[in-house]
């Protein structure tokens, strides 16, 4: 074996092998592996290096020994088993997700064949030819047409894995993607016994034009029936993840509104307090009076009649939550102008009581000062609501891009709560049916967690 032949077998082996191996780690998060993902990206290449230098050594031992057995499929074969075997152990993700992106890599895979074989046809005459008796598994024009799909084909893949696989398996929940998952898996089954079949006929007959266009069709039609089960598993997952947020906003709403209605009645109430006032006043017995005055001032706040906005609506929220954090001990600050607005009463209730409700939960959770300012503003027909409170931490999922100022969107928080929560979502759904927006972010110098909710056209 001379060192062009080895060169050219360990090069193609990596070209053919190392995109695969590293798009299965690609649409994972940080948190999701077990090892840092740039430790693991550098882990990766060295052994598939190490597997690449080995290669052609195996295969020319091989050949030595006359082993009737195809080494260069064998081996690969066995790379691909221990790489899966590694995949599965170095993700904390449940299996369907992981071997769905492993159907994603069989299909990026199998293009690179296709494409190989019939870019390998057309451009066979403009490579030159090892002599005869010289035996390599690739071939120059393979090795060319390999390279350049590692700098064209490969990034495409890349980024699709990253932006938009990584998105739908943080959305898609395990336990109800059952039959999405059959489906994909009885797909891609089939789609690699046919593939195997068209392997099998190209080394009988000459490759032709008919046999290309079945391999085309069956890389097409796996790439459609793959997309359109992962649209199906991400669109049911949403539907019910909506379902389940429209029943914590109704019971969020009920929680709410009871609460104001027995506050409504509390003040209801003071009226006979005042006539009891007024009588012992009229009666002249002043040490009653104290003793009764005083019995109120611990039982009733200063904030009963305070006016932050205009608002009938946002002015209720904002007395009620002022009376909470008041009871819990949390300094609560208002700067609020608002008018009248344009927005349902249930919606406003679920936005301000989810941002307020995750505020004060915060602060509980604060050993030191805790603090919400809140600030509410109209402005040419928008509505802005900024909540700023003391928090110890969040959880960032990696992959998300903030905005200018830094804020992030609700599905880059992970809930800290048992079983999830589903506030923050519900808070930017409700914002976009007015048009507007939910952002949050965290600011660790100061400690401080900041939503910001704007609703246009109101």
Not at 2 to 23: K, R, S
Not at 42 to 69: D, K, Q
Not at 152 to 167: D, E, G, K, N, Q
Request: charged share 20%; glycine share 4%; hydrophobic share 50%.
């Amino acid at each position: 074996m001379t060192c062009w032949v080895y060169l050219v077998d360990a090069v193609g082996f990596f070209l053919q092998f190392f995109p695969c191996a590293v798009m299965c780690f690609v649409p994972f998060d940080g948190d999701k592996l077990k090892i840092r993902k740039r430790t693991l990206f550098f882990l990766l290449t060295l052994c598939v290096l190490a597997v690449s230098a080995l290669f052609p050594l195996a295969v020319h031992l091989a050949t030595a020994l006359n082993i009737v057995i195809h080494i260069a499929d064998a081996y690969m074969l066995l790379t691909v088993i221990l790489s899966v075997v590694a995949y599965g152990v170095l993700v904390r993700e449940n299996y369907m997700k992981k071997l769905l992106v492993i159907y994603i890599v069989i299909f990026y895979a199998a293009l690179i064949f296709w494409l190989t074989n019939l870019v390998g046809t057309i451009v066979d005459p403009l490579f030159p030819r090892f002599p005869d008796g010289t035996l390599t598994v690739y071939l120059p024009k393979h090795l060319a047409f390999y390279l350049l799909s590692f700098v064209t084909i490969l990034p495409v893949f890349v980024i699709f894995l990253r932006r938009y696989v990584s998105s739908f398996l943080r959305e898609i929940e395990s336990e109800r993607m059952r039959r999405e998952f059959r489906y994909a898996t009885v797909s891609t089954v089939a789609f690699l016994i046919l593939m195997m079949t068209a392997h099998m006929l190209f080394n009988v007959y000459e490759y032709n034009f008919l046999l290309n266009s079945l391999l085309l069709f069956l890389v097409l039609n796996q790439a459609i029936m793959y997309w359109m089960i992962v649209i199906s598993a991400v669109n049911r997952s949403r539907e019910e993840n909506a379902l389940r947020a429209l029943q914590a906003q109704k019971l969020q709403y009920d929680r709410i509104s009871t609460d104001m209605e027995r506050a409504a009645r509390l003040r209801h109430d003071m009226r006979h307090h005042w006539n009891y006032l007024y009588s012992l006043a009229e009666e002249g017995d002043t040490d009653k009076l104290r003793e009764y005055l005083a019995s109120l001032a611990q039982q009733t706040g200063h904030l009963e009649n305070e006016v932050f906005c205009q608002d009938p609506a946002v002015n209720a929220l904002l007395r009620y939550y002022a009376e909470r954090a008041k009871d819990d001990g949390v300094e609560y600050t208002v700067a609020a102008s608002c008018s009248a607005l344009n927005v349902k009463l249930q919606d406003l209730t679920v936005i301000i009581g989810n941002v307020m409700e995750n505020a004060l939960s915060a602060c509980m959770k604060v050993s030191g000062r805790r603090a919400i300012d809140v600030a509410v503003g109209q402005f040419h027909g928008s509505f802005t609501l900024e909540v700023t409170n003391s928090c110890p931490g969040v959880r960032v999922i990696r992959g998300f891009d903030p905005d200018p100022e830094g804020f992030l969107p609700a599905s880059a928080f992970q809930s800290t709560r048992d079983g999830g929560g589903h506030g923050m979502s519900s808070v930017a759904d409700l914002a976009k049916l007015y048009s507007g927006s939910a952002t949050f972010k965290f600011d660790p110098q100061n400690q401080t967690f900041i939503s910001r909710v704007i609703l246009n056209k109101v």
